[in-house]
């Protein structure tokens, strides 16, 4: 226990101080990246370092099983460097089992940053979106979801249009129980629609059996008719209209994908999101061993430079290798529990393979 303890601590410790010097670069890149973005804009250096506070967090997200990986082989270079490895297996304790703490701590910080980190950085990137195009001054998303359906607005030679659709169906490509409401340049309305249906079409809305008011003694006669309304809006901006399943709290993602479902788009980024949140805390065990396995041996009786330049290209590849996997999963090319445990099971028996055979020798 005492040995446990003792190595869980100084794996820790590494990674506290991967983890500050990773923020401190992402912050230092991102925070001249701004800089440029927003030149001319009043406050410039201010309103760059409130930019890159807000999206740090999720470069943090993507890149925590390479941090995992990099805290794993400072901590095991050091240990290497002092001999400790020898004397853990020279007093009868095998190297994975003196690592089982360290093992145990990556899996709990895997948890730590599916249930803190990835909501915090999905927040924060929203805020991040609202401050860039406040500051451009840009107007939001034209599409807006809620709870209320579906918010869609455009400009008319006249005024604007709003339209809103209780729910879509078809991948976006028929609206349900849709109003639209017609402004003039002073923002008073003009016209109102309403259909039980619309069909979104390339340039165009088409409603059937629409009712139309338009003034005071068409109120109380509704004209009843079909109707083609000009729009750019389409069905992929509404599916853009979702949050992306990056931004999604885990608390929240199985409201979303039954949401997304029952308009009728395909749910599988959010469903892969999902999986790959389960499987993380066991890429960052076999990341773990990664950082650890080419350095098991004695410092002196090897290259450590050529030990460290393999585990760190070794981890850079399992974290590619699932990305590209992932993509292949999203578009559904394979499936996605293919896509998701394969990298993570493949490149962990290989590691393990290895760590066997470098403890053995």
């Not at 709990?108 to 991040?128: N, Q, R």
């Amino acid at each position: 226990m005492t040995l446990a303890i003792y190595f869980g601590k100084r794996y820790l410790i590494s990674f506290i101080r991967v983890f500050l010097s990773i923020v401190l670069l992402v912050l230092l890149f991102d925070f001249l990246t701004n800089l440029n973005r927003l030149n001319g804009i009043e406050a410039q250096i201010w309103n760059a370092l409130i930019l890159s506070l807000l999206r740090t967090t999720t470069y943090l997200s993507l890149a925590m099983p390479l941090i995992i990986m990099l805290s794993a082989l400072a901590f095991s270079v050091s240990l290497s460097r002092s001999n400790e490895f020898i004397v853990l297996r020279a007093s009868g304790v095998s190297a994975l089992k003196g690592l089982f703490s360290v093992i145990l701590s990556a899996f709990f910080l895997g948890i730590i940053s599916i249930f803190i980190l990835d909501p915090l950085a999905g927040k924060m990137i929203g805020y991040y979106d609202i401050k860039l195009d406040k500051l451009r001054s840009k107007e939001q998303s034209q599409v807006l979801i809620n709870d209320n359906g579906y918010w869609m607005r455009q400009a008319t030679l006249n005024g604007h249009q709003i339209i809103k659709a209780v729910s879509v169906s078809n991948n976006g490509q028929r609206l349900h129980q849709v109003t639209i409401f017609n402004y003039d340049k002073n923002g008073l309305v003009k016209e109102r629609f309403f259909s039980e249906s619309a069909a979104l079409k390339k340039n165009k809305l088409l409603l059937t059996n629409t009712i139309k008011w338009s003034d005071t003694k068409i109120k109380k006669n509704p004209i009843i008719a079909n109707e083609k309304i000009k729009t750019e809006i389409t069905p992929a901006q509404l599916l853009d209209g979702y949050a992306s399943p990056e931004t999604i709290s885990p608390w929240n993602m199985n409201k979303q994908i039954k949401k997304v479902k029952s308009s009728g788009f395909s749910v599988l980024k959010y469903q892969s999101k999902k999986m790959e949140q389960y499987a993380r805390p066991f890429l960052f065990i076999v990341m773990v061993i990664l950082g650890t396995v080419f350095t098991l041996q004695n410092s002196r009786s090897r290259n450590i430079g050529i030990s460290v330049v393999l585990a760190v290209a070794s981890g850079f590849f399992l974290h590619f290798f699932q990305n590209f996997c992932t993509t292949l999963g999203r578009s559904g090319e394979i499936p996605l529990i293919v896509a998701t445990w394969s990298p993570i099971i493949s490149i962990g028996l290989i590691a393990m393979t290895l760590f066997l055979h470098y403890e053995d020798g």
